[in-house]
């Protein structure tokens, strides 16, 4: 399996973002490093791995983002 790993730094927490190749032109990213529990709440896919932790990215911008208005 074809896995690439990407760092972020979102709203002053670190990320590990896998990336991983699911067909031919489909890259499915989760978030990493996280042992004993689920990775995130559902995957992010898009044609490239770039494309598809970038999705990730912009989730997690605007979860945080959101988050701190709730507060």
């Known amino acids: 399996m074809i896995v690439q790993r990407f760092e972020e730094v979102i709203n002053g927490r670190e990320y590990e973002i896998e990336v991983s190749l699911v067909n031919g032109t489909t890259w499915c990213a989760r978030l990493g490093g996280v042992q004993g529990g689920a990775s995130s709440l559902m995957p992010f ?23 701190q208005k709730s507060v």
Do not use: I
């Open 45 to 67: 896919y898009g044609d490239t791995p770039d494309e598809a932790a970038q999705q990730l990215t912009n989730w997690l911008t605007l979860a945080h983002r959101n988050a």
